[in-house]
T-cell receptor, first 110, second 115 residues
Framework: QKEVEQDPGPLSVPEGAIVSLNCTYS??????FMWYRQYSRKGPELLMY????GNKEDGRFTAQVDKSSKYISLFIRDSQPSDSATYLC??????????FGSGTKLNVKP | DAGVIQSPRHEVTEMGQEVTLRCKPI?????LFWYRQTMMRGLELLIY????????DSGMPEDRFSAKMPNASFSTLKIQPSEPRDSAVYFC?????????????FGPGTRLTVT
């Protein structure tokens, strides 16, 4: 079983829709939870991070962590065509080691 | 400010040849990471350094892979001999000091094709 599981998609939504992206994980030692966005043929860029459980909001983006269920989510409100990218969840354990999900490809249609 | 710089951006080589990928981290960052990305396996951490010292190389696939960081502004990832299954995009990333490494800044990647 992989440490981090993420549905690869692709996920196709109309412009303005609310998007929900999710990851599950198996290691309860994860403390930091991140979402990275990767445009085609570019390196990933950090969107948001959350420490432990709870919600964090940044503009149109909300990150949610449920440690009891080992489940994290990223919500995008009022999605735009410029949000079309691959979204990778990532987690960090106590030993500063990163684990990435495989990424969900999102396509926002104008 | 310049971001993470990687060279070359594209590399095509024949099986058995030595390949060297280069990375210049963001000035002042003290963590450096090497990743490999493929469609099948996603983004995999190969090795990371802190203050030029290798901390975790458990992701290095086999002895054909080696990485060095001779100083704070330069790192190399070497594959010798290369094989077709090494074809992937290799990313270098760096993190600033005083933080856990969640805040990673990625370079543009090197697309490696081994024929």
């Amino acid at each position: 079983q992989k440490e981090v599981e993420q549905d690869p998609g692709p996920l196709s939504v109309p412009e303005g829709a609310i998007v929900s992206l999710n990851c599950t994980y198996s290691n309860s030692a994860f403390q930091y939870f991140m979402w990275y966005r990767q445009y085609s043929r570019k390196g990933p860029e950090l969107l948001m991070y959350t420490y432990s459980s709870g919600n964090k909001e940044d503009g149109r983006f909300t990150a949610q962590v449920d440690k009891s269920s080992k489940y994290i989510s990223l919500f995008i409100r009022d999605s735009q065509p410029s949000d079309s990218a691959t979204y990778l969840c990532a987690m960090l354990n106590n030993f500063n080691k990163f684990y990435f999900g495989s990424g969900t490809k999102l396509n926002v249609k104008p | 400010d310049a971001g993470v710089i990687q060279s070359p951006r594209h590399e095509v080589t024949e099986m058995g040849q030595e390949v060297t990928l280069r990375c210049k981290p963001i000035s002042g960052h003290d963590y450096l990471f090497w990743y490999r990305q493929t469609m099948m396996r996603g983004l995999e951490l190969l090795i990371y350094f802190n203050n030029n010292v290798p901390i975790d190389d458990s992701g290095m696939p086999e002895d054909r892979f080696s990485a060095k960081m001779p100083n704070a502004s330069f790192s190399t990832l070497k594959i010798q001999p290369s094989e077709p299954r090494d074809s992937a995009v290799y990313f270098c990333a760096s993190s600033p000091p005083g933080t856990v490494s969640y805040e990673q800044y990625f370079g543009p990647g090197t697309r490696l094709t081994v024929t």
